[in-house]
T-cell receptor
Framework: NAGVTQTPKFQVLKTGQSMTLQCAQDMNHEYMSWYRQDPGMGLRLIHYSVGAGITDQGEVPNGYNVSRSTTEDFPLRLLSAAPSQTSVYFC??????????FGSGTQLSVL | DQQVKQNSPSLSVQEGRISILNCDYTNSMFDYFLWYKKYPAEGPTFLISISSIKDKNEDGRFTVFLNKSAKHLSLHIVPSQPGDSAVYFCAASGGHSGGGADGLTFGKGTHLIIQP
């Protein structure tokens, strides 16, 4: 049972490039979400989904897109990377949207 | 405006003693509180939670206390062990009209260091 799997673990982008952070869970959880963690900050919610086909914005959604075509997958797309998006990104899933299971994170640097 | 505050960035405690981590919140609509533990290079893991209808919840060495009138909660770890050295995040839900599905609001975290 893998839980929540995030790929890649590390990524370096140039300003303006686009990329997709992958997230998959094998626990059949309906709720999935993306958070970012910056130094000295708590985790901040980017986007979330309460089920396949349903997504909504969190606290810091600008510059990111998500889709949820299956229960298992919840990719996060950076449309045009900016240095301000340098961060550690965590994907999480849950059955009740509160007791979250987190992936191990993706460390992203935008130069 | 930070709705969940952990005012101690770090805390050092001797092994075997009690660790007390504090958290304050400002949004009176929060109705569920959680603590997560995070080791370096790993994602946070759920530790313990408490509903606003309770004032205490205990799970083994971990106890969370909630004081609604003071908008304050604390996590007690007794006795503290070396494996407890980690960053602890306080989180809250229910602060939005949409309820818990809107996600959790996290504090900045407290780095707990257990000294041998």
């Amino acid at each position: 049972n893998a839980g929540v799997t995030q790929t890649p673990k590390f990524q370096v982008l140039k300003t303006g490039q686009s990329m997709t952070l992958q997230c998959a869970q094998d626990m059949n959880h309906e709720y999935m979400s993306w958070y970012r963690q910056d130094p000295g900050m708590g985790l901040r919610l980017i986007h979330y989904s309460v089920g396949a086909g349903i997504t909504d914005q969190g606290e810091v959604p600008n510059g990111y897109n998500v889709s949820r075509s299956t229960t298992e997958d919840f990719p996060l797309r950076l449309l045009s990377a900016a240095p301000s998006q340098t961060s550690v990104y965590f994907c999480a899933s849950s059955q009740d949207s509160e007791k979250l299971f987190f992936g191990s994170g993706t460390q992203l640097s935008v130069l | 405006d930070q709705q969940v505050k952990q005012n101690s960035p770090s805390l050092s405690v001797q092994e075997g003693r009690i660790s007390i981590l504090n958290c304050d919140y400002t949004n009176s609509m929060f109705d569920y509180f959680l603590w997560y533990k995070k080791y370096p290079a790993e994602g946070p893991t759920f530790l313990i939670s408490i509903s606003s209808i309770k004032d205490k919840n205990e799970d083994g060495r971990f106890t969370v206390f909630l004081n609604k009138s003071a908008k304050h909660l604390s996590l007690h770890i007794v006795p503290s062990q070396p494996g407890d050295s980690a960053v602890y995040f306080c989180a809250a839900s229910g602060g939005h009209s949409g309820g818990g599905a809107d996600g959790l609001t996290f504090g900045k975290g407290t780095h707990l260091i257990i000294q041998p």
